[in-house]
């Protein structure tokens, strides 16, 4: 089924990754910060032939772009290193200058040791190891070899072999699922057959491009001119000295260069009458062609459908189709990239902690730190059906944001005055304060011995991130109310959190007036009998429920009588707070609001 417009269809988490990870960059351009990602796809390499006699020797310059090495450089200062660089207490400069290794589960050690805070003197808290552990699930953190994939690698491994270095033209077309690692694995293929280029006979030139950089598909021949040769040319012209650098024998052009064009996302370039897909998929089949065309999209029958022309002519493209990861590989990509933690425990640790600890280090090496075995099966039995694996990472990234949050609302929760002063341990780092993990003695900044002791995500938080991710249909009912009902709403939240049983409509407004006056909310609250029709509101909308009590207490200027007996009126909710929180996530205030739960003894 061809879907060109499946990916504007992406939802706001996606979206605030994507901004994340490449601002300033066009929309729906790659995510990866590779070069098979960048907008305007010029990273590019040109060998020119060689003066042997029998071989010519192969150099590489970069015309009018940063070099290759100078790009990768950039490229390579992967998510966590930025994390990092933007929250550590002391980085030095020269630190973060230093190349970094991409994330590469053959090469553990390697790729974290030069990193920022894993030099002597800086070992880990259980805040730099969140902030590492999302930096390591936000999509545009790529590893440099990815985890499987292995019929997939070889095909490309192949067609590479085959085509660009034996210098046939050709076409492939690689096919797949939204998330499934085509465009992650050809750029790490290409990557690596960089290295090998030395083995080509011929000047060899190859340009990535996203199709949907451009807004009219007419528009892409201009631009793979401009990349090409650095000219702005009207579209029309642009075919012709296409034609004459792709298949230089047949306009008697002179170029010996072979040419390797990747197009990403090139199902958009799908129009009515299929001329520019038809044309770019036949020019590799011209005689003389100098090109290897690469076209990746998710359509498994787009050149079938829509280019029947090229199957009469004999001029179809080889196919490669990836299939939606199962829950075994979703499960082990997840492991890969939790273990990377692992790696940085054992490194910076060895180095740094004093000798009594060293050996409580890796205490559990089978099972992957900081999530049960349950949640990352879960995790990945419900992406398993789309087999999209950005979800899957989106879903693990948001559910160690929440134990993250929760863990630091109880550390707050038990530092206030009435909790007793921690007795002083031999662990705590000097300074640590009573900020303690519960149940440890280790506070969230002090270094930690083992990654076992922070607390971990549970297929609760799994199940909770899950709704973030899909939006649950109570989340998108709260954010539809009015700013009001939210309040009392996010109130219902902080009393529920406090557990302190009283749920009564005195209590919430109590708690709600509070609330309202903190100078970090500084809100004005309504009256009783507003918030009573707040209250039905919220009850009519069948996100609270009323519960009616009997007992004495006094008189609440809420609660009716029965016979002779005075009643209160209970409040139950009927969403998770982390519901709401997820609801009013785009709301500064009521986020204030949700965080002064712990202080905010009412
Ligand atoms: N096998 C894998 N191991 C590790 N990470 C992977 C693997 N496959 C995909 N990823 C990660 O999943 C994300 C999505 O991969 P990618 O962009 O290659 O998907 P895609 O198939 O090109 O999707 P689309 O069709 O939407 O362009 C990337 O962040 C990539 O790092
Ligand atoms: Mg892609």
Known sequence: ??????????????????????????????????????ASGNVEIVIPPSPKPGRKPLSRTAPSTPSRTGKKEVLN???????????????????RSTPLKQLSPQTPSSRWSKRPNCTPGTPRTPTMVYQDAKALFRRCNTPSRLVGRETERRTIQTFWEDHVIKGNPGSLYISGCPGTGKTALLEEIVNRMEERVDEARHALRIVKLNCMSVKDPKMIYPKLLAEIRGEQTKAKDAVKFLESIFIPEASKGSSRTFFVVIMDEIDSLITKDQEILYKLFEWPALPGSRLVLIGIANALDLTERFLPRLKAKNCQPQLLNFNPYEIKDITEIIKQRLKCLEDVDDETLRENMPSPFKSAISAAKGNAPLMHPMAIELCARKMAGTGDLRKALDVCRHAIELVEAETRRKVLADSLPTAAPPSPSPRRAPGAGSMLLPNSGIGLSSPIDSLDALPKVTVKHILSATNMVFGSPNVNRVKSLSL?????????????????????????????????????????????????????????????????????????GFG??????????????????????????????????LRLDGAAKV
């Open 77 to 95: 200062q992967n998510a966590i290193a930025e994390s990092r660089s933007n929250k550590a207490s002391t980085p030095s400069k020269s630190a």
């Open 1 to 38: 089924m061809v879907t060109p417009t499946r990916k504007r269809s992406r939802n706001a988490i996606e979206a605030e990754e994507e901004n994340l990870c490449e601002a300033g960059t066009p929309k729906r351009t790659l995510r990866s910060r590779t070069a098979l990602g960048s």
């Open 560 to 593: 009716g009588t029965l016979g002779e007996k005075r009643t209160s009126q209970n409040v139950e909710l009927c969403v998770r707070p982390e519901e709401i929180e997820s609801a009013v996530a785009d709301l500064p205030i009521l986020v204030n609001l």
């Open 484 to 556: 009001q009902l939210k309040m009392v709403l996010c109130t219902l939240a902080v009393m529920a959190r406090q557990k302190k049983g009283d749920m009564s409509l005195i209590k919430l407004h109590e708690t709600y007036v509070q609330l309202c006056k903190n100078r970090r909310t500084q809100l004005i609250p309504v009256t009783k009998t507003e918030l009573q029709d707040l209250v039905t509101n919220l009850e009519t909308a069948g996100l609270i429920t009323m519960v009616t009590k009997r007992g004495g207490g006094k008189r609440d």
